[in-house]
């Protein structure tokens, strides 16, 4: 399954916007209201770890590695690639892209995971989803804050 999106974010300085996404408090804010613990964070760089735990009738763990980091003064991509995936999906890559382009900052989120089971795949694309769907607010609201 796959969904993507773009939030735009108005008059705010891109690296602010950009060093926020290596900061475990911008991670904490954009899962504060989910059932949804951080284990361990090692930050976005290639390589590094980030395992969280979420509530769906008990808790599971969901461990992705980060690779393809890029950055540069005006733009940041990066994926998380799935390692330990719950529920039986077999496959989890979440790339996020941050660019400056024409005084907004655009962040796109595209992510495309499998299940072993079709069928469980349609079952799990909206609790899967909607964290990122709930981002299109969460990002307006924690870079409201960046003038």
């Given at each position: 399954m796959?969904?993507?999106q773009t939030v735009t974010i108005k008059n705010r300085n891109i690296e602010?916007?950009?060093d926020s996404f290596h900061k475990i408090d911008f991670i904490k804010f954009l899962i504060s209201l989910q059932p949804v613990r951080i284990i361990k964070w090692d930050g976005i760089e290639n390589d590094l770890i980030a395992h969280l735990k979420f509530w769906l009738l008990k808790w599971?763990?969901?461990?992705v590695i980060h690779k393809n980091y890029k950055r540069t003064n005006t733009s940041l991509s990066f994926v998380d690639s799935?390692?330990?995936?719950?529920?039986?999906?077999?496959e989890w890559n979440h790339l996020h892209e941050v660019k400056y382009l024409n005084d907004n900052i655009i962040i796109k989120d595209?992510?495309?995971?499998?299940?072993?089971?079709?069928?469980?795949e349609l079952l799990l694309y909206p609790i899967l989803i909607s964290p990122i769907?709930?981002?299109?607010?969460?990002?307006?609201?924690?870079f409201k804050k960046f003038k």
């Open positions: 796959i969904y993507q602010k916007v950009i599971h763990s969901f461990i799935g390692i330990t995936l719950p529920m039986g999906i077999k595209f992510i495309e995971f499998k299940h072993r089971f079709y069928i469980l769907i709930m981002r299109k607010f969460l990002y307006k609201i924690y």
